[in-house]
């Protein structure tokens, strides 16, 4: 049993930075992308960041490139999601998301990934 669970959630100031830590285990890690996505207060969820399975290659949403940075330890089992100049447009519950099939996926795609953290709570205050 796949199971992710977040970390690293909480309440910042505008311009701010938070770091979130998703830790994974039930399967190999390594042989697999992970992806980070978030849903605001009445929106839809979206992508965020994703990255592949050995850590050199990642990909990012328009409204966070540039401000957000993905990485991964492999040893550790955990993804990462580096939040920089962060704004209230920003709040929304994040979730890490592990695919369902190894090697390249198409990484925006909700329908990609299988399982799915429990969310951690971004709140941006202005």
């Known amino acids: 049993q796949v199971q992710l669970v977040e970390s690293g959630g909480g309440l910042v100031q505008a311009g701010g930075s938070l770091r979130l830590s998703c830790t994974a285990s039930?399967?190999?890690?390594?042989?697999?992308?992970m992806g980070w996505f978030r849903r605001a207060p009445g929106k839809e969820r979206e992508f965020v960041a994703a990255?592949?399975?050995?850590?050199?290659?990642?990909y990012y949403g328009d409204s966070v490139k540039g401000r957000f940075n993905i990485s991964r330890d492999n040893a550790e089992n955990t993804v990462y999601l580096q939040m920089n100049s962060l704004n209230p447009e920003d709040t929304a519950v994040y979730y890490c998301?592990?695919?369902?099939?190894?090697?390249?996926?198409?990484?925006?795609?909700?329908?990609?990934?299988?399982?799915w953290g429990q969310g951690t709570q971004v709140t941006v205050s202005s």
């Open positions: 039930g399967r190999t890690f390594s042989n697999y992308a």
């Open positions: 990255i592949n399975w050995r850590g050199s290659s990642t």
């Open positions: 998301a592990g695919p369902r099939w190894m090697g390249a996926i198409t990484y925006s795609d909700q329908g990609e990934y299988e399982f």
